[in-house]
């Protein structure tokens, strides 16, 4: 199966055509190249887990910062609100 969209042509299996021009006379000929892509699977949660929790404790300490302290009721620091309070939310 040839994926005309992206420019990378793929079996449909997972598996990745490659283009062979140097070793292969024929232009059109590909050859199937496996990918092992097991440890980012591996550690996928991992890998998004730390900057979730890293940034939603932050945005949440912002918040009960602001919240808390008067003096830092400005618009400047309000702006920063809104954005801690959008990154939570999405």
Same mark, same amino acid.
């Given at each position: &199966?040839?994926?005309?969209?992206?420019?990378?042509?793929?079996?449909?299996?997972?598996?990745?055509?490659?283009?062979?021009?140097? $070793?292969? $006379? *024929? $232009?059109?000929?590909?050859? $199937?190249? =496996?990918? =092992?892509?097991?440890?980012?699977?591996?550690?996928?949660?991992?890998?998004?887990?730390?900057?979730?929790?890293?940034?939603?404790?932050?945005?949440?300490?912002? #918040?009960?910062? +602001?919240?808390?302290?008067? *003096? &830092?009721?400005?618009?400047? !620091? &309000?702006? +920063? #609100?809104? #954005?801690? !309070?959008? *990154?939570? !939310?999405?």
């Amino acid at each position: &199966m040839d994926n005309k969209n992206t420019g990378y042509p793929h079996s449909g299996t997972g598996k990745f055509l490659f283009h062979d021009a140097l $070793e292969n $006379e *024929d $232009e059109n000929e590909y050859k $199937e190249v =496996d990918h =092992d892509h097991g440890f980012f699977k591996q550690y996928q949660v991992t890998v998004y887990a730390f900057p979730f929790i890293f940034g939603t404790t932050g945005n949440v300490i912002l #918040l009960i910062i +602001i919240i808390c302290n008067k *003096d &830092m009721r400005t618009v400047q !620091i &309000m702006y +920063i #609100l809104n #954005l801690a !309070i959008r *990154d939570i !939310i999405f």
